[in-house]
């Protein structure tokens, strides 16, 4: 696995304690990365995921909204939640990574931290995020 899929895996963790125990960002992160050898590097990209999905939450949550059809972002399960949220900020805020890794790295994490079915639905509402990217940002396709 490489650095930058543990760098969300982290994120992930840190965004679930933020959502399901209402801890605050930093306390979230120092939980999750607390006894963890990591590089300095691999931590800043995991307090960048987690620090700037939830400074652009509300315009993240807007577009899970908007193309999660049928569903209600408080009735999905908390860790597919986290997902796309983690995901949605990714494509939508940072023009670094291309679309498809970043839809291919949320639905592989989702098939390891959530259900079998979880890739398969984060995969729909990030196919539909991809295009709140703003044009010629790594477009990587």
């Known amino acids: 696995m490489g650095d930058r899929r543990k760098g969300r ?7 679930y ?13 120092n939980s999750v ?16 995921l987690t620090l700037g999905t939830e400074k ?3 315009p993240i949550n807007e577009a899970i909204k908007k193309y999660a059809d049928n569903w209600e972002i408080s009735r999905m399960a908390a860790i597919d939640r ?4 983690l995901s949605a900020f990714e494509l939508m805020f940072d023009s670094e990574t291309p679309i498809s890794v970043i839809i ?4 592989e994490i989702a098939k390891h931290f959530s259900t079998p079915d979880s890739g398969k ?13 703003p044009a010629g940002k790594a477009e990587g396709e």
């Open 9 to 15: 895996e982290y994120a992930l963790q840190a965004l």
């Open 121 to 133: 639905f984060v995969n729909g509402i990030l196919d539909k995020i991809k295009f709140e990217r």
């Open 33 to 48: 990365l607390k006894g963890e050898k990591i590089s300095p590097k691999l931590r800043e990209f995991a307090e960048q």
């Open 17 to 29: 304690l933020m959502d399901v125990a209402h801890m605050p960002a930093e306390n979230a992160i």
């Open 104 to 107: 291919d790295e949320a639905v």
């Open 56 to 58: 652009n939450l509300d």
């Open 82 to 85: 986290n997902i796309l949220r």
